[in-house]
């Protein structure tokens, strides 16, 4: 069963515009979310995270925001460049205390910024 | 200071071979997980290993094994190869464990 899911495989937008991620997941105990960006021939790079007491999260371009009711997450780029085209992946950690190191991975959503 | 680092790159075997993949993690990094990834599943947890020991595991079939050494770094093996066990094989590590893992750029394995 697919815990953490990435219902879109693709999305194109304009460079300069808003590019809008999402995920959804299905186990409530979830408590600790993150997104990872995976350029070809590279490994995932950390983005961005959220800790279920939030409902947002924001680092420079990029803002994430749970909605916990909805067991939905979203990750907002703005302005979007085309140095963001790139495959993105959300993650969940079933214990936010740092005690697991195992991640489960939606299949990801490829992003294409057009100039 | 360097990144996680995963040897070999590529790696071709045949059926019935066995694999060894190695993954030495940023230093001071404790944690160290394997993932793979496949067209068709994404990205799959296989273990992670903390201090030696293996604290968590996915749902793969025991032909998959790992293990740490004392330095942390950490050796995966595939034993039996088959054809569905061609894919990106991934090592992250994390200094406890915790969920900002870094990632190795992986272990191409073709199996024919």
């Known amino acids: 069963d697919q815990q953490v899911k990435q219902n879109s495989p693709s999305l194109s937008v304009q460079e300069g515009r808003i590019s809008i991620l999402n995920c959804d997941y299905t186990n409530s105990m979830f408590d600790y979310f993150l997104w990872y960006k995976k350029y070809p021939a590279e490994g995932p790079t950390f983005l961005i995270s959220i800790s279920s007491i939030k409902d947002k999260n924001e680092d420079g371009r990029f803002t994430v925001f749970l909605n916990k009711s909805a067991k939905h997450l979203s990750l907002h780029i703005v302005p979007s460049q085309p140095g963001d085209s790139a495959v993105y992946f959300c993650a969940a950690d079933l214990d936010g205390s740092g005690n697991t190191g195992k991640l489960i991975f939606g299949q990801g959503t490829t992003l294409q910024v057009k100039p | 200071k360097a990144g996680v680092t995963q040897t070999p790159r590529y790696l071709i075997k045949t059926r019935g071979q066995q694999v060894t993949l190695s993954c030495s993690p940023i230093?001071?990094?404790?944690?160290v997980s394997w993932y793979q990834q496949t067209p068709g599943q994404g990205l799959q947890f296989l273990f992670e290993?903390?201090?030696?020991?293996?604290?968590n595991k996915g749902n793969f079939p025991g032909r998959f094994s790992g293990r740490q050494f004392s330095n942390s770094r950490s050796e995966m093996n595939v034993s039996t190869l088959e054809l569905g066990d061609s894919a990106l094989y991934l090592c992250a590590s994390s200094p406890a464990g915790n969920t900002e893992a870094f990632f190795g750029q992986g272990t191409r394995l073709t199996v024919v």
């Open positions: 230093s001071g990094h404790r944690s």
């Open positions: 290993y903390f201090s030696e020991t293996q604290r």
